[in-house]
């Protein structure tokens, strides 16, 4: 599939067309866990980004390769390209900005930085609940409970992680994000001697 869509992305002249392609095999590669055809893809569009000058779309881009790259365990390179995307939506791209902090934070949390991933958690909390986004809120709120659970706030952390589990049952197009939630309360329950459930929401 990979070698057929790169035959057919080579054969569109126009950048735009090539873009709507690339964000096409972006979503597909990444429900499906192809994070080797992800990352080539996400290259790809920020080449294609690139191409067209369009700074939102680069940082966009960008900030797609870090998140990649986080799967990957590299992640010094991926907390470069998300900070490079998040600079592009600092001042006028609130709901990009908010929507990439709690990826730099997930990396952060890999890296031992704790704190700092818990104030952007805190942070793009604060904005998606004031816009009603509860999909993303729900997302933020598993991140910030993994950012608690690191830090030793257990309690936080617990109700962070069931907040988020909440809203995720609300809305049943981001059903791709649950396994994280669940990852975050297998944890408290593993730290609370709940060995048993933890395996299972783990399954």
């Known amino acids: 599939m ?28 990444n429900i499906q866990g192809k994070f080797s055809e992800l990352l080539t ?15 939102r779309m680069i940082g966009y881009a960008q900030a797609e390769v870090g998140e990649t ?5 590299d992640y010094a390179q991926a907390e470069s390209d998300l900070r490079n995307g998040l600079a592009v939506f600092k001042t ?11 990826d730099l934070a997930n990396v952060l949390i890999a890296r031992g930085q704790f704190q700092e991933a ?6 793009s909390l604060v904005y998606f609940h004031s816009i009603g986004e509860m999909g ?15 830090m030793g706030k257990n309690t936080e952390a617990w109700n962070h992680a069931l907040e988020s589990l909440e809203l995720l049952t609300r809305i049943h197009m981001f059903t791709f994000f649950v396994p994280r ?10 730290e609370r001697g709940n060995i048993d459930i933890a395996i299972e929401l783990n399954d």
Do not use: M, V
């Open 2 to 29: 990979l070698g057929e869509s790169i035959s057919l992305f080579q054969q569109l002249d126009d950048p735009i067309s090539r873009s709507l392609l690339l964000d096409s095999l972006n979503t597909l590669f």
């Open 41 to 55: 893809i996400c290259q790809k569009k920020l080449a294609a980004a690139k191409d067209l000058g369009e700074q």
């Open 69 to 73: 790259l986080y799967h990957f365990g």
């Open 92 to 102: 006028s791209h609130p709901y990009e900005f908010s929507l990439w902090q709690q």
């Open 118 to 123: 818990f104030e952007l958690c805190q942070s």
């Open 136 to 150: 993303w809120e729900s997302t933020t709120l598993a991140s910030l409970g993994h950012a608690e659970f690191s």
């Open 181 to 190: 939630t669940l990852a975050i309360l297998a944890l408290l329950y593993k």
